[in-house]
């Protein structure tokens, strides 16, 4: 009805994420969720927003950011275009990180960064570059442990308890809804990020999403798993060699 398919996530996270749905409206049953779902679009933006998981932070994982700026970057910086898409963006934190480190490495202009996500109310809350002001010290901390090379605060004006970082950030990324359990590629990107979005899928999506993230990859791209992902056990892992391990950074080899 709504257009999203959910039959190849983890079963246990399912089920625990729709059980959490059911206690939050207050219902008895999983039937009388499915019977709200059915007649109540508002809540179905509720569990949406339950079975699509929106942890992220600034520079989250800052070794993983330390070592684009280190590793990725110098074999990217000569090419006429940087073609990144980042996979399952959520509220945009790790996008707006990307343009910061970009601009401080002298590639930003060449860059055309596209970013998805399941979850359109996510991606307009991307699309605003707005985030709370608490959360600055600690992604102060996340940018300079990443290689930051200026004031933090240089990229944002804080209003109130809101932030928001510079409109320039954002001017070289396009923000679009995608399902990657429909298997949708934009093709040919030099830089995937796909970072934490795998473990809440089954083996078989799983196999299918790593099938999908290879073929958008550019004859020698880079991708970028979160930390308890890998490429390891799917028939793509002889495709890749390791960049940094141990923060799940690889290249296209074949």
Known sequence: MYGYDFRNYSYTFIQRRVRHCVYKEKLGSIS???????????VMDSLLADLSINVTEMFRDPGFFKSIRTKVVPLVKDSPKI??????????EEVYSMSILLYEEGVFDKAEIFATDIN??????????????????HYTKNYLEAGGKRAFSEYYKAVKDQVFFHPFLS??????????AKGESFN???????????????????????????NSLSHSGFLGLGKREG?????????????????RLYRKIK
């Open 83 to 92: 073609r990144i898409w980042h996979a399952g963006c959520s509220s945009g």
């Open 171 to 180: 001017e070289k990324v396009q923000f679009s809804q995608q399902d990657l």
């Open 120 to 137: 359109p109310a996510m991606l307009e809350k991307a699309k605003r570059g707005s985030f709370p002001l608490e959360e600055m010290q």
């Open 188 to 214: 040919n990107f030099d830089i995937i990020l796909c970072r934490n979005v795998l473990i809440y899928f089954n083996r078989n999506l799983q196999n299918e999403v790593h099938k999908l993230l290879y």
């Open 231 to 247: 490429i390891k056990f799917n028939s793509y892992e002889d495709c890749y060699g390791e960049i940094d391990a141990s923060e």
């Open 32 to 42: 009388a969720l499915q019977e709200k779902i059915l007649r109540d679009t508002a």
